[in-house]
């Protein structure tokens, strides 16, 4: 946990230790194992909080994407790199205190949907309000945010970040479909 708080940097093996750490907890509330992927029927809050924040991450990274379809890679050279995410700026903190840097994130979401929408990326918008206010449901219908984490919930919080990451397309495009409901079909 403190390499991971003081790197920011959460891979699948970091995220097997603490897995497998949650699920010999002899303090495991409900007896269930943690799965190695994405788990929608989860309700803990930090592990929710986790969630929430990568879809916030996902979503500032998508706001300042200027690339257009038709952008050749000349021009996606000259594109704005930001100089602090908001990753950068609150995962450390986040697992520790959730609140302070989710209500930011809340906050700051306005800006990113509006620009999203400026530059012709309104389905892009729509898609993050829905995973936002999905997650936001599940979290109004438990104890709400925590304030604070132990260490049980932190890596709670890092395994939700970490899911929601790794369940997300790794670029997302304006007519990108979510990959957990898609359905293959026989053509």
């Known amino acids: ?19 497998l750490a949650l699920n ?16 929608p029927d989860h309700r803990d809050p930090a592990y929710l909080a986790g969630r929430l924040f990568a879809v916030l991450a996902q979503l500032q990274a998508a706001a300042n994407n200027n690339r257009d ?5 000349s021009d996606a050279e000259q594109q704005h790199e930001l100089n602090t995410t908001y990753t950068d700026r ?3 903190g986040a697992a520790r205190n959730p609140r302070t840097a989710l209500v930011t994130g809340r906050l700051d979401a306005k800006a990113w949907f509006s620009k999203l929408r400026r ?3 309104g389905g892009l918008s729509t898609h993050f309000e829905k995973q936002l206010h999905a997650i936001y449901g599940l979290i109004d219908a438990t104890d709400g945010l925590p304030a604070t984490n132990n260490l049980q919930q932190q890596e709670q919080f890092i395994l939700g970040y ?9 670029r997302a ?7 957990r409901t898609e359905q293959p079909t026989d053509d």
């Open 69 to 73: 379809a038709n952008q050749d890679d």
């Open 173 to 179: 495009e304006p007519g990108a479909a979510d990959e």
């Open 90 to 92: 609150f995962f450390a």
């Open 24 to 39: 010999r907890s002899a303090s495991t509330k409900e007896n269930r194992s943690m799965p190695p992927g994405l788990d």
């Open 119 to 121: 530059t012709g990326r």
């Open 1 to 19: 946990m403190h390499r991971i708080s003081s790197d920011g940097h959460v891979d699948d093996r970091r995220a097997a230790l603490i897995r």
């Open 162 to 170: 970490h899911h929601e990451r790794a369940a997300r397309p790794t």
